[in-house]
């Protein structure tokens, strides 16, 4: 008898019993305020993911074959940031509940507060370690609450001062630089210091969010707003492979717009990263 | 002294006391469940409407220099369909407030319902004249009533039974074209008896609302929800220019989403449509 | 417990053992002599028919949802065309042998040849109806026998004289119309004629092939070898639905490009006549 | 011994004392007011013939190896109209010297003034016939009266009053409609009345132009000038193929942009109408 | 009452009689030999300049509402250089009549030739500081003197030798660099003596110049001659920022092609080099 | 008389029998796994190539005009690589025959195999030295051993162990590693250690593949596997500088697949490594 079609990210062949992590996507970005397509995140980085291999030689290791499962894509309804949030609470609740590892691939960078909120629930402990062009420590964004430019704001309203720490950081209103230096800690530019930041945070649970647009749009251009000057990816790609050790208990990779880039360099970068991400957690 | 720079559409160049007509942008896209983008078809339309001339050679006639005033885009928050719509139904009613016709260039056709209610605020006998490959009618949408996929529901709830006239129509779920057989007047594929409706609608005051997609995707692919199989360019020109006579109080171009077409061809379509639009009302 | 990732085309959600069709994918381009890219046809299919309905409001009808299932796609070995007929050959028929009926997704024109061999092999009588802008008939292509351009005529060789019945030719050498006046029955440019034929292939097992490009680039760009002059959108989906109550036991529909075409109208006409098709059938 | 590197237009394998027709490309676009790119479209003109034939299923006929030869492009000088327009003039007077018919690829449509001095140089009695979107009928157009909008002004200073004949024309200010309604024979839209015109130029001598965007976008999308309502690919098609017997002694064929159109199927549209008038000339 | 629609470079939001800086677009591009579309830039860098905010966290400072105002384009006629330089030398004259300093946004770098002699005019001494892949010191191309490959030749006979300071430059003829050894100082590659350079001209009238394809076109794929081995965003931004304390006078930022980079990635660059040279100056 | 038409590489200017350097193209890319269009390679690189000039301000030299002949491209029959291998063979090898050296421009990776075995034969000594992101080692690849992803596997198959030097390598599967630690050298992620191996060469026969995706794909995303964390364009370009003095005896530039990167920046990477390859050797 004939199997039915699956499309999997790369790899990632495990039953949901046996799986110590889990993907899904978060094909959501209604928020997105100057480019959107970051929706279509989820699907290019499946279907692009089988241009590479299941073996790292960064890290001479395999993918192993009992490791990940991917759960697809929670349904998210467009227009609609607070159930869209609930739907993919619900999803990282579960797989955290199940004693595993969500890992999220989003969808704009919104989508993280959903699955931080029920890591929080799960961590009251939780430090948040985010990688970002853009500070988004914004208190609203034309109003709105819920934007993709205020999310990290959002975040520490569940975490609370001294829990979150950016690195890569080169875009944002003064007043969000202001705020943040009482509440949050900011590298600007580049991953200097991650290593003493890193040592903090040992043993303590941590979120990995990873905002694509960290990257220099050389190396991403496929990104609702891309800002130069940004990280090479063998940078961001270190700066990954130093959290060996780290207690991730919940992980993200947002903001890949896959159709402003038909070269598909954005897809094969997110992808990549990914894997490394997979392998090494 | 050197003037500010101004990019309006191609020839509105009135000032607003004189003006006849107020054309104005509506750059949302929150809603769109399938390929966003449509928040760019005000600022392509401007842009691009410079490849045309103000003469008609369909109506013999130029856009005189006194008959429209372009009042650019009031700002919309993404995420946020009921304050989007208010926004928009704010603008829409201050022009009819000042005896102008308003004339919206979308976004994704849930903008239409902002201007909708300031329209039937002010006409309450309003009549609709929708063009469009999609009913639009559902109940909701991914449970969310304020979808682009509801639109001509919510305009229902507001204008009621008897009152909505639809052309083109070829797709939608089947409960959509069940219930609209109680509540609209639906013609699928084409524009067969429009004669017949725009005489049943003379003097009536008619919103007019034009979902770009009506059009085949071969006239205009760049669209968030391509449709084959519908009108050619002549076939909705003449649609539109039958509409002589009627007493249109206001109108909308929607759903132009001008990145997936980077040939220029759909936005071309769009503008000359515009054109001949401002020319006839 | 969370479930797997599934990508299948629209509405294919039957269980294998219920199911009437059985949808999979032939992703191989090997031979495409001018631009390839068919190889990624499936996966468009699959990922933008979403953007439809599972309602036809032309034969207004639902797609029932144990009728299809999606078997995804056999891996194919790129460079080796003869292996990779093979396995489509395999897959095809099995579902022949499992009493279902095989719908494929191309993939290059040559994959046709996979499936119909297993088809002739099960009904002797075979029958083929051909729709396509090049007539496909060479003895090899470069010195191949097996190229696209020359699927037809290995198909002749299993089916033999008076068994083809092809319409919208509009490109070919001399040599192939020539040599095809003997062997097949050929209508150039258009569908003129499909009904008579269809009355004579009444009873008789029918394996239908569509090539896209028998349509005209405006509606489907996105394909390797645009050739101008097609059928119209309408034209093409009226022939298909004329077939109605043919004895149709195997089809296909190939050399859909998407990468060529980024507006998606390509893989949205592709989409929708695989839906009416699935309908039907 | 290797042979060196050629491309030619398909088919284009006569020697130059043999050959009827002389092909050359003419890669300017400087004064084109809206989008350039024209000036690859003798590049891409001759790259994608390849994926045509040379037989001819509409005339029934081959392109014989010893009629046409590909002369290549002569190097004009960018930003310099004037200059450009001598060196095509060069090129193809030479041509008419030597008793040969030339064809000349654009560029933009200017580019036909200088072929066009040439032709009328040899053939004072010389009539134009001319298929496009627009009149180009200008006094001048932003102060330069060398321009693509205003070229067959300028032909017309050559030629005369009741020379020019235009089909097709869509687009243009009032004045130049006003102007030509004493100056020259222009059938708006259509090709409504050319087998009148062509029997009264019958033993004249012709130059026949075609700016490509008479065609609707949907078949040419890239172009500099897109103007929708245009004719299908059939229409333009029939319309040249019912010049049969006309005293044609020089032509072209303008205004491919190839660059913005990904697709091919404006380059595949534009090679398959050259092919068919390299036939038929 | 509404407001007319202004689209300006983001931030730039001052009266024209308070402001220090005018910004204006030079939309031109008809002497460009390889790929043309650079005229879009200025349409470009003020739409996507809206992805940026107004604060830059490399300088820690806002650009002030009251600095910089956007005077549109003035109209250029397209093929004809000269008179299109003597429009953009009247606009920058007038600005500098004022007591203003001029900023302007390329098109193609022959532009720069009628803002240099705008401000050679008010400032004998004027001195050239020119960052660029391409020493465009050619004596003519295709014999025309006026092209955007001789620019600087142009530039150097209007201000003589010893006062213009390339960087960056990695193409040309021999005869380029052989001639430029006498006349003017090249530093190949990259801004290694930029500091040397910045001390001798401290106190003197300088014109900046940026071609943008200094960058390596990795960083801005979108120009119309890509000259790959160029410098990071984060090198230019350097040697930007330490011209804090020149004198300059009047600049320039060129060669942005939008069309050729689809993801934007080329614009954002484009825009955020352009924002720090306005809060710089 | 006019000339026939000729496209070749820049400054390609030689006659055959005065030639050093042979260049040919191998269009092919028929066992491509992930995107095809490599079979465009020499197209682009051909027209691209006059955005160049023949002078290099690296090594200060002209290309001289007597040293390279373009051949243009074997006519290769897709999807049959064992005689497209056969017909570059012979390409290659009547240029050695002919005392001179082939530079071969793909396509897909395996066209190497054709032109090594060629020249194997020619120079049993042979040495090959590889820059390439894949280690290109597997035995077969779904059951295939004529593919792009066993290209090197089989070279090695002709010239044994100790024979290949591999730089760059930063993919492959953990078995082409472990095999390829006991039969060739692999230098991964970089070009350390290079002086090493040229040193080890000197004096003996070279074969250069140099497979474009050994760039980062920021540099060079047109590509059909592209491979994040690769080298700038001036390591590569350095790399290849560095090795003047070998012997090498026959070259190649693989994997640019044009259509994938719509700025032209790959295609312009490509030609201004062939052109500074074309100098050197």
């Known amino acids: 008898m004939l199997k039915?079609?699956?499309?999997?990210?790369?790899?990632?062949?495990?039953?949901?019993?046996?799986?110590?992590?889990?993907?899904?996507?978060?094909?959501?970005?209604?928020?997105?305020?100057?480019?959107?397509?970051?929706?279509?995140?989820?699907?290019?980085?499946?279907?692009?993911?089988?241009?590479?291999?299941?073996?790292?030689?960064?890290?001479?290791?395999?993918?192993?074959?009992?490791?990940?499962?991917?759960?697809?894509?929670?349904?998210?309804?467009?227009?609609?940031?607070?159930?869209?949030?609930?739907?993919?609470?619900?999803?990282?609740?579960?797989?955290?509940?199940?004693?595993?590892?969500?890992?999220?691939?989003?969808?704009?960078?919104?989508?993280t507060l959903g699955a931080l909120r029920a890591a929080a629930n799960r961590y009251p402990e939780l430090h948040i370690l985010h990688f970002d062009a853009h500070a988004d420590l914004r208190e609203q964004y034309l109003g709105e609450p819920l934007s993709h430019a205020c999310v990290l704001r959002r975040c520490w309203e569940t975490v609370g001062d001294g829990r979150i720490f950016q690195f890569g950081i080169r875009s944002g209103e003064r007043e969000e630089f202001v705020w943040g230096e009482e509440h949050v800690y900011t590298r600007k530019f580049d991953f200097e210091g991650l290593a003493d930041v890193t040592a903090r945070l040992s043993g303590k649970p941590v979120y990995l969010t990873v905002d694509l647009d960290v990257l220099d749009p050389s190396v991403l251009p496929g990104t609702g707003t891309p800002e130069p000057g940004g990280a090479s990816f063998s940078e961001l790609l270190g700066a990954i492979l130093s959290l060996k050790g780290l207690n991730i208990v919940a992980a993200d990779v947002c903001e890949l717009a896959p159709m402003l880039d038909p070269s598909g360099a954005s897809a094969a970068a997110a992808c990549k990263l990914l894997r490394e991400l997979l392998i090494l957690l």
């Open 4 to 111: 039915r079609n699956l499309e999997t990210f790369l790899g990632c062949t495990a039953e949901y019993g046996e799986a110590k992590l889990v993907l899904f996507g978060a094909p959501f970005d209604s928020t997105t305020s100057f480019r959107p397509g970051a929706r279509f995140g989820p699907r290019a980085m499946r279907g692009d993911s089988w241009g590479l291999e299941t073996y790292s030689p960064y890290q001479d290791k395999e993918l192993p074959e009992n490791k990940v499962f991917d759960a697809g894509d929670p349904e998210l309804p467009f227009g609609a940031p607070e159930r869209a949030l609930d739907r993919i609470g619900e999803t990282a609740g579960q797989i955290l509940a199940d004693g595993k590892l969500p890992v999220m691939m989003g969808g704009e960078h919104l989508v």
